[in-house]
């Protein structure tokens, strides 16, 4: 068992940034694929960002390429996203999701564990 834990959000004004942290804990994310999804109000729950076990290999949503950047320190069970140039669409809760079955994925079907979510919003 996995316990993930999101911090970092927050109200930003538009073009302003944010750093997400997930905190994982009654487990290792060391040899899991990571991910963050993202739900705003009355839509679906989407894939903002994937890295791999090892970081070696990152996937990022279309929306927000260029723009956010995913990492993660696997000595200090952390996963990071920094999101910059943040727009009125980012606006939404961020979910931090582990998946110890995959190398990585973009899926959310393939993650097994995940946090309880950060709130963003993005005022312009």
């Known amino acids: 068992q996995v316990q993930l834990r999101e911090s970092g959000g927050g109200v930003v004004q538009v073009g302003g940034s944010l750093k997400l942290s997930c905190a994982a804990s009654?487990?290792?994310?060391?040899?899991?694929?990571m991910g963050w999804f993202r739900q705003a109000p009355g839509r679906e729950r989407e894939f903002v960002a994937a890295i791999s076990r090892r970081g070696g290999s990152t996937s990022y949503a279309d929306s927000v390429k260029g723009r956010v950047t995913i990492s993660r320190d696997n000595a200090k069970n952390m996963v990071y996203l920094q999101m910059n140039r943040l727009e009125p669409e980012d606006t939404a809760v961020y979910f931090c999701a582990a998946a110890p079955r995959l190398i990585i994925s973009t899926s959310a079907t393939g993650y097994d564990y995940w946090g309880q979510g950060t709130q963003v919003t993005v005022s312009s």
């Open positions: 009654e487990g290792t994310i060391r040899n899991s694929a």
